[in-house]
């Protein structure tokens, strides 16, 4: 089956975005929390290590959903294969 151009943009539009949201979960989940204790500073008067653990993190995770899904919807619309309202 023969893959058109219009089809492979799409896709490497996709893979980037992924790639891209992906390395910042990573970040977020792994790289800060290995470093929590050397983050000594205030944050909206916490610790910035615990803050992370106890919301900072479940606010980067739902800013990545939302900007995910909104990427998409225009990037379907832009290729012509958003779903019907």
Same mark, same amino acid.
């Given at each position: 089956?023969?893959?058109s151009a219009?089809?492979?943009? +799409?896709?490497?539009?996709?893979?980037? #975005?992924?790639?891209?949201?992906?390395? =910042? *979960? !990573?970040?977020?989940? %792994?790289?800060?929390?290995?470093?929590?204790?050397?983050?000594?500073?205030?944050?909206?008067?916490?610790?910035?290590?615990? +803050?992370?653990?106890?919301?900072?993190? #479940?606010?980067?995770?739902?800013?990545? =959903? *939302? !900007?995910?899904?909104? %990427?998409?919807?225009?990037?379907d619309q832009?290729?012509?294969?958003?779903?019907?309202e």
């Open positions: 089956m023969q893959v219009k089809h492979q943009a +799409y896709w490497s539009k996709n893979l980037r #975005l992924t790639a891209i949201l992906l390395a =910042i *979960w !990573f970040v977020v989940t %792994y790289v800060v929390s290995y470093f929590a204790r050397d983050l000594n500073f205030n944050f909206f008067g916490w610790p910035f290590s615990f +803050y992370m653990g106890a919301q900072g993190s #479940l606010v980067v995770y739902v800013v990545i =959903i *939302w !900007f995910y899904a909104r %990427y998409m919807n225009n990037l832009e290729y012509g294969v958003a779903e019907e």
